[in-house]
């Protein structure tokens, strides 16, 4: 599977079981990178997409999506996921929020680029890609 997530400069996750923020150009240019393949998401997640975004909506999405296959995260993965993982995106704030749960991407992982955009509701996002 490959994983998509959002973190901010001290890989803050979530706040209070809450995402940190939410920004509608992320969401463009996420949904661009993905050329029309489906994205598996949960029902929380889901609620910040257009309803024609090509979604697969489940909150056992971890365990249903195979390799090759793309999920939005906004949780920390299960126990054992990181070994099913083929690719990694993080889309990071440029800021810093609270956040009580922190994601660290695995040393499996290989950063492999990145490049920044202007957000909606945030001057400039960075887009990191990371591959086994």
Excluded at 1 to 29: E, K, P, T, W, Y
Aim: with cysteine; hydrophobic share 40%.
């Amino acid at each position: 599977m490959n994983l998509i997530v959002c973190l901010d400069d001290d890989n803050g996750l979530l706040f209070n079981h809450r995402r940190q923020s939410r920004d509608r150009a992320l969401r463009a240019d996420l949904l661009a990178s993905l050329g029309g393949a489906p994205l598996w998401v949960s029902a929380y997640t889901a609620a910040q997409f257009e309803e024609d975004a090509p979604l697969r909506v489940d909150d056992a999405f971890w365990e249903k999506a195979g390799a090759g296959e793309w999920c939005f995260a906004e949780s920390l993965p299960p126990e054992g996921t990181w070994e099913r993982v083929e690719r990694l995106i993080v889309y990071r704030w440029n800021r810093r929020y609270p956040a009580d749960v922190r994601l660290t991407p695995p040393e499996i992982l290989t950063l492999a680029g990145s490049r920044d955009f202007p957000g909606s509701s945030h001057e400039r996002l960075t887009r990191e890609e990371y591959v086994r």
